[in-house]
């Protein structure tokens, strides 16, 4: 399996402090990643760094095996890269539709919108794409919707526009335990219509379940990165809470 | 664990339903947030208007203008309101100004900042205005005046984006650098409008019709064009994701920084403009005087009034002009009451505080 997007050398410091030291990792076309670690790990530096918000210090970005000059947010979202941040991902006060196309509005040459376009397309995208209950009408604001629902909007946003990488920075924290669910299978069925995605959590009975390769961050550095096959629930545990030495001890049987 | 992997790693875990028709028809059938009783439909339906704009404001408006014209026609002599001088004055004069000045900031406040120099702003376009339109000529001055507007306001903006310094501070500070740079530019006798002031000028700017005056024709035509920009062009539902929520606008791809220094330039170009209908209504301009610093202040309660959010990410054009229509309806009523002018001042103030304590409890719901 080619790699679709490949990190090599990351390292990211704020003045004195390393976030991020020598992180190389890539992730596979159609594959379900998921990094894990604990507070302070430097998950989210790494987010925004792939995700082309925040410049590394060092680092070489492959995307297809291509080199990436200079990244930034224009060339992921260029590459199709959609960063879904807990919580953040839309904004409370506009519709679902203008969350939707946000960014990517439908516009007539003169740059306005229009409107009775994006919302059946988004009525459509509603119906089809994502598990959303309650939903009454694109024109919905999305301060009224449930955790759930908005998480959703956010993703149905992403496939809309077929992106190719998803993150999701910690999805599952603010949901319900069905909506969780209903997430958790959507990624595996993403991967079946060729979407890679990166999932940040915490859980890692949530990582685990679906991810394909588990990477795991200790204080800005990689420590671990293997198979769903190759690992079980308990190592990862153990790596996430003592890192390397975890690791070692779950390895020798001594965790 | 073993057994975990042998179902291998394509298959899904969990057996819920995938993502596909069997939830979406139940989502149709059954609409989990739909109450039944009466006061729960009420609550649902006025949680989907909340924050949408101009309803409640609207309603407040046309209560007190149905109560002046009572009261106008009961007792014509003392409170005459319907009085056409009375009506052409507030309704063609007063409330455009403060319409396009609250446009300004309103537009401003949904990218989520605010521009406490916009009195600084007018008397400095003013007495641009004022000198080119003596010196050059009506034309020359009118491009002047908007150019001046937009020029302050793009540089305060580029001082609040690019420094980060919240931009109460950073404007608040800038104010008076504008106050200063009217007096550099002007001394500090007023600048006046003399033979300039002829026919053409007074025609666009202040005309009295009889029943309508210049101005208003003015302020339906920015009105008209600000709403088809804010609430139907791309660039106007930037404004709003840049307001509501930086972040979620930045991760995909919009410019936060881009879409301010815009907003700026669009709220100076209109104080620009209102400053040009000030100047030739009163003909002059004192540098460094404090005749335009409470402008400021009206215009970001003329905003605040019609629903706009102090926290960004929310408002609308007809709110806004209907906020300055209320606040200018206010005035007229005190006016014409001989309750004392400050008495505006007071409910301006009591405004601001009132509408940011409901900003907040409303943004804290949402969350």
Not at chain 2, 302 to 307: D, F, L, M, N, S
Not at chain 2, 343 to 354: E, H, N, P
Request: aromatic residues 8%.
């Amino acid at each position: 399996m080619s790699a679709l997007y490949r990190l090599t050398g990351v390292t990211k410091k704020y003045g004195p402090n390393t976030v991020l030291d020598d992180v190389s990792f890539e992730i596979g076309k159609s594959e379900v990643v998921g990094l894990l670690g604990d507070n302070g790990a430097g998950k989210s530096t790494l987010v925004k760094i792939m995700s082309g918000v925040v410049q590394a210090n060092e680092g070489e970005f492959h995307w297809d095996d291509a080199p990436i000059e200079r990244m930034n947010r224009d060339v992921t979202e260029r590459l199709g890269v959609e960063t879904i941040f807990q919580d953040s991902a839309l904004v409370p006060f506009m519709t679902i539709t203008r969350n939707i196309f946000m960014g990517r509005e439908i516009t007539n040459r003169l740059g306005f919108m229009k409107m009775k376009q994006m919302d059946a397309i988004t009525a459509d995208v509603l119906d089809s794409v994502v598990t959303i209950e309650g939903i009454k009408s694109p024109k919905q604001l999305v301060a009224s919707l449930s955790g759930g629902q908005a998480q959703a909007v956010a993703i149905a946003r992403a496939v809309h526009f077929k992106r190719s990488l998803l993150i999701l920075d910690e999805p599952t924290s603010a949901l319900a335990v069905r909506a969780t669910e209903a997430l958790l299978n959507y990624l595996t069925h993403l991967k079946s219509e060729g979407v890679s995605s990166v999932l940040v959590t915490h859980n890692l009975h949530h990582a685990y379940q679906v991810c394909d390769r588990h990477i795991v961050m200790n204080h800005g550095r990689k420590i671990l990165d293997v198979r769903r096959e190759d690992t079980t629930v308990e190592e990862l545990t153990a790596a996430v809470v003592e890192g390397a030495e975890g690791i070692r001890r779950y390895r020798e049987g001594r965790f | 664990m073993t057994d975990r992997r042998s179902t291998g790693a394509d298959a899904p875990i969990i057996e819920a339903p995938l993502a596909t028709e069997a939830i979406t028809t139940q989502r149709r059938m059954s609409d989990a947030r739909q109450s039944t009783n009466f006061g729960g439909r009420l609550k649902h339906e006025l949680q989907f208007i909340r924050g949408r704009g101009a309803l409640e404001i609207t309603i407040v408006f046309v209560v007190l203008l149905v109560g002046y014209v009572i009261a106008s026609l009961v007792s014509p002599t003392s409170f005459a309101f319907l009085n056409p001088n009375n009506l052409s004055g507030v309704i063609s004069q007063a409330v455009p100004v403060l319409a396009i000045l609250g446009l300004a900031a309103g537009i401003l406040m949904i990218a989520g900042e605010f521009d406490l120099s916009l009195g600084a702003n007018i008397t400095l376009s003013a007495i641009v205005f004022i000198k080119t339109a003596e010196g050059v000529g009506l034309w020359a001055a009118i491009a002047a005046g908007v150019l001046c507007g937009v020029l302050v306001a793009l540089v305060n903006g580029a001082i609040v984006v690019y420094t980060r310094i919240p931009s109460f501070i950073a404007t608040l500070g800038m104010s008076f650098f504008w106050m200063g740079a009217g007096i550099f530019i002007n001394g500090t006798t007023p600048a006046t409008l003399t033979t300039s002031r002829d026919e053409t000028m007074v025609f666009l700017f202040a005309q009295d019709f009889g029943f309508f005056r210049s101005q208003i024709v003015w302020l339906i035509v920015i009105g008209v064009l600000a709403w088809f920009f804010v609430h139907r062009h791309r660039l106007g539902n930037h404004l709003f994701a840049v307001g509501g929520n930086p972040a979620a606008a930045e991760a995909i791809s919009i410019n936060p920084k881009r879409v301010k220094l815009m907003s700026f330039a669009i709220f100076g170009g209109l104080v620009g403009f209102a400053s040009i209908l000030i100047a030739v209504r009163t003909s002059s301009m004192q540098p460094g005087g404090s005749a335009t610093e409470d402008f400021t202040l009206f215009a970001i309660a003329a905003a605040v009034v019609g629903g706009t959010s102090l926290l960004g990410g929310r408002g609308t054009v007809l709110g806004i002009i209907i906020g300055a229509a209320l606040i200018e309806l206010i005035r007229n009523g005190l006016l014409l009451a001989k309750a004392p002018g400050f008495y505006i001042t007071l409910f301006v103030g009591v405004t601001i505080v009132i509408a940011a304590i409901f900003n907040k409890l409303m943004e804290g719901k949402a969350r």
